[in-house]
């Protein structure tokens, strides 16, 4: 009997030795094969660059572009007046007015500081289209260079639109193409509210700057890489002082890499 299970430990040992050799310690599967070893996982990219992964780091995992330009407004004749160059805070920008009504486009709000020193958010410092009697644009560029939309550039704003108003993007490209984008901001009639949106989430279509309307097919590409400016557009005119219909806009920024110099 002594020998019977020493012989059966024996072959036992054996097998189990076998079945290291051959796959690398794998246990058999419910067939009988021998499982083979799953090969070393790749590294693991996250980001457009590819720069983060086993071992690895960068400073923006998810290469998220720094703030290229915000645009703000203020109120040097502390009452609502046509807006005009002068009313952007950033020196570093070029604001433009487009429409056939551009020039009813309103800088409006008081821009009063409570006592602890905030802006009161009842009426801040803001471009607003309710006099105007055509669709409008306002767009802003960088007077040393363009700006890089691909990747994860985004936009964000801070506003209010009423009534069927509806805000949406505008971008004119280097070579003189403007576009309008179809992401729209509404229905925040009652208080100024922020978003911020990516880019690439973005279909355009082209824009007939000189009448304010979309023209023609989607685009199949669009080159983002070289964009001269970069605004917003109102297609409604609006209502009038009250509640009818209009967008407000306090603030713009846009987050992108720096294009090539102007």
Known sequence: M???ICTAAAVAALVATSFAQEGNGAPPDYKGQLQPDKPAAPDAVLGERGCIGPGRTCPSPIDRP????KAEFKQPAGKEHPAAPGD????NLIV??????AKNIQVAGTD???GEGNVSWLDPSRIWTGLTNS??????????RYVDLTRRARIGWTGRASGFHVLRPVIKLADGTYLMGDHGFSGTQHDYTHEEFVIKDINWRRLDITRMVTVGEWPTSVDLTQ???????DLLPGSGHGEGGFVAVVDMSVW???GKRR
């Open 88 to 91: 952007v805070i950033n020196p």
């Open 2 to 4: 002594k020998r019977l």
């Open 135 to 144: 669709a409008t644009a306002v767009t802003f560029a960088d007077k040393e």
């Open 256 to 258: 992108a890499q720096p």
């Open 227 to 233: 964009v001269d400016e970069v605004g917003f557009g």
């Open 96 to 101: 433009r007015f487009y429409g056939p009504d």
């Open 112 to 114: 009063v500081v409570g």
């Open 66 to 69: 720094s703030l290229f330009f």
